[in-house]
């Protein structure tokens, strides 16, 4: 009896830390008063294109009524093969998700130290081992990742970051700015601060985004050039003042760097007070490796949460990542998020959605596939059934400790009331009452009775 109380207690405790702790992700007060009130939901697609010499970024509208309920702006850059999307930060924290291809990504973080040395061993002295012999040294940069589909980046606000298409396909890679997180000391519109790059001739910007002209172009050369001990020719290149190429670019043959093999990095020496925090946390995740499914059934699918349990600098960013796959027919059993906004974000496949406001009503119920944006505010119900070819898709959370409750199955809140409160509640029969609370034996992921047969 008191085993079980305590236990109660301790549940209770964690799910209000949870929820206290991710009040403070958000600002106090909503930007848009209302901006959650919907009589529908509209699945998004981007509002603008940005052209550069390799590729493309596409912006979602950030004034839309979805996106504004919440606080958040999308970003979908492609990068053509060999191409590299210039040093860049966002004013928000951020998480990026790898949607295909592969390449390298480099965060440069003021304060962090150059961990990376290329250094070449010249001439043949003796004395066995190197001893003695002359050491050069071509280059040194803070650490890289390497990145394949399925990795989730993580990025702190004004922390700046480039990635480079080393594959042979595009790169795709999504990315969600939480405009009005705490760190982001702006207003909600959304700015990209480019380090490098230019303008475009045929740029346009609807949105005011990308701006396209980098941060050296504003100083004066002379500035630059004492600022960079440099002469004033270099100082102009800095500012890009004859390239009109934009922020992706392509590379002059295979770009090579100091990396070590994927995942066997290991840091040497003591860290600093900054590096602790940042310099050497871990950035990112793949959360597409089956094995890290924290649901799986071998008929419905997989779910996998990416979380600041699991990924630490979560805390920061407070945001967190939910990977799915439905197979054909399944169903992600009806369910809301209890304390964060989700953008959910299709990756391909089809499926039918469904969702509920606060009044019991649809405001949303269709089919979405591939590159369709939804939102779903915090409390609405959401059901998603897979079609024929299935379902994937990514979403977003607007809180690095997001969780759900769910309406049906093992772990639902039916399950969790008594039997005679069911039969007050819908005026069924206890035998309906017993139907309704034990006939689903699944905790999340389900199939629909056309596909069980």
Not at 22 to 50: D, K
Not at 105 to 130: H, W
Not at 146 to 171: E, I, K, M, P
């Amino acid at each position: 009896m008191y085993k079980l109380s305590f236990s109660a207690l301790s549940v209770i405790s964690l799910s209000l830390l949870l929820f206290f702790h991710g009040g403070e992700a958000r600002q106090q007060e909503a930007p848009f008063p209302y901006a959650c009130h919907f009589s529908q939901i509209n699945s998004l697609t981007p509002a603008q294109a940005t052209k550069f010499e390799a590729g493309q970024m596409e912006v979602w509208d950030h004034m839309s009524p979805e996106l504004q309920c919440a606080g958040v702006t999308v970003v979908r850059i492609t990068l053509q093969s060999n191409s590299i999307f210039l040093p860049a930060f966002f004013s928000p924290p951020a998480l990026a998700y790898v949607v295909q291809g592969e390449g390298v990504m480099g965060t440069i973080a003021s304060g962090c130290p150059e961990t990376y040395e290329d250094i070449e061993i010249s001439g043949s002295g003796g004395g066995g081992g190197g001893g003695g012999q002359p050491r050069r040294l071509e280059d040194m940069h803070q650490k890289l990742e390497n990145f394949r589909r399925g990795d989730v980046f993580a990025s702190l606000a004004g922390v700046s970051q480039w990635w480079y298409n080393r594959g042979d396909s595009d790169v795709v890679i999504v990315i969600v700015l939480d405009v009005t997180n705490r760190e982001n000391q702006l207003d909600q519109v959304p700015r990209m601060f480019q380090l490098a790059g230019s303008r475009t001739e045929e740029q346009q910007q609807p949105l005011n985004w990308p701006s396209g002209n980098n941060a050296f172009s504003g100083f004066d050369a002379n500035i630059i050039a004492e600022a960079f001990k440099i002469d004033i020719e270099t100082a102009k290149q800095l500012q890009n003042q004859k390239d009109n190429r934009g922020n992706i670019v392509r590379a002059n043959g295979p770009l090579h760097f100091v990396i070590p093999p994927p995942r066997q990095w290991q840091q040497d020496g003591i860290a600093n007070g900054i590096e602790e925090t940042y310099c050497t946390a871990r950035i990112h995740e793949n959360i597409d490796d089956p094995e890290r499914s924290d649901l799986f059934s071998t008929r419905a699918g997989r779910i996998s949460t990416l979380n600041s349990l699991n990924l630490p600098v979560l805390r920061q960013v407070r945001l967190n990542a939910v990977r799915g796959y439905l197979y054909s027919g399944g169903m992600v059993l009806p369910q809301w998020t209890a304390n964060a906004h989700t953008v959910l974000y299709v990756t391909g496949g089809q499926a039918k959605i469904q969702v509920v406001d606060d009044n019991g009503q649809s405001v949303f119920n269709e089919q979405v596939g591939q590159g369709q944006l939804l939102v779903i505010p915090q409390g609405f119900a959401v059901v998603k059934t897979a079609g024929e070819t299935g379902f994937e898709w990514i979403s977003f959370k607007t809180n690095d400790h997001a969780y759900i409750n769910t309406l049906s199955g093992q772990t639902s809140y039916l399950r969790g009331v008594p039997l005679d409160v069911v039969k007050a509640s819908y005026g069924v029969n206890e035998e309906d009452a017993k139907r309704i609370k034990f006939s689903q034996q699944e905790a999340m992921l389900s199939m629909t009775p056309s596909s069980s047969s």
